[in-house]
Antibody, heavy 120, light 107 residues
Framework: QVQLVQSGAEVRKPGASVNVSCKAS????????IHWVRQAPGQGLEWMGV????????KYTQKFQGRLTMTRDTSTSTIYMELSSLRSEDTAVYYC?????????????WGQGTLVSVSS | EMLMTQSPATLSVSPGERATLSCRAS??????LAWYQQKPGQAPRLLIY???TRATGVPARFSGSGSGTEFTLTVSSLQSEDFAIYYC?????????FGQGTKLEIK
């Protein structure tokens, strides 16, 4: 069965970086984009960016340019999302979600979410 | 950046009744719109993509319509498990953008 399993909760100080992983299983890893979406406490969903696991190409929303990096390891079917220069406003649950390459069919499977807390 | 506006912010409906949720785009997104349901402490769940196609396993009481800038999600006969927050997402233009959500609550 399709699964996206994310790494556990993280606590960081302002200015630090965090790396969240998303391990895919149950499908062909390179046939689906992986998107990252975050949700601050009590707030709505915010799309952050996407990676094509096949070639590694990425697209990030401008808000995170320079702070956000997505990478992949095809040998372990794992996607990594690194966010640097953390500030308190980055405290949120971070989700990975997949979408098929080509004509989108929406984000049909999601990871369980990873809480990142930023506090001094 | 495309702005997605959902209305109302909160909708109070009795079980068994119909609920109609709206999503408006600041410019045309064609039919590249999805709807998601989110319950407390859970990841979002895909309900509708392509504005009107139900995702696998989604009950037939959920339906989506619209194209261009105006979209609607209808829940024909509300069940207790349908009370949640609903988000629309446009995936026609970068960056993808979500609406701010509509909370569907029990009346």
């Amino acid at each position: 069965q399709v699964q996206l399993v994310q790494s556990g909760a993280e606590v960081r100080k302002p200015g630090a970086s965090v790396n969240v992983s998303c391990k895919a299983s149950g499908y062909t890893f390179t046939s689906y984009y992986i998107h990252w979406v975050r949700q601050a406490p009590g707030q709505g969903l915010e799309w952050m960016g996407v990676i094509n696991p096949g070639g590694g190409s990425t697209k990030y929303t401008q808000k995170f340019q320079g702070r956000l990096t997505m990478t992949r390891d095809t040998s372990t079917s794992t996607i990594y999302m690194e966010l640097s220069s953390l500030r308190s406003e980055d405290t949120a649950v971070y989700y990975c979600a997949r979408d098929v390459l080509g004509a989108s069919r929406g984000f049909d499977y999601w990871g369980q979410g990873t809480l990142v807390s930023v506090s001094s | 950046e495309m702005l997605m506006t959902q209305s109302p912010a909160t909708l109070s409906v009795s079980p068994g009744e119909r609920a109609t949720l709206s999503c408006r785009a600041s410019q045309s997104v064609s039919s590249n719109l999805a709807w998601y349901q989110q319950k407390p402490g859970q990841a979002p769940r895909l309900l509708i993509y392509g504005a009107s196609t139900r995702a696998t396993g989604v009950p037939a009481r959920f339906s989506g319509s619209g194209s261009g800038t105006e979209f609607t999600l209808t829940v024909s006969s509300l069940q207790s498990e349908d009370f949640a927050i609903y988000y629309c997402l446009q995936y026609n233009n970068w960056p993808y953008t979500f609406g701010q959500g509509t909370k569907l609550e029990i009346k």
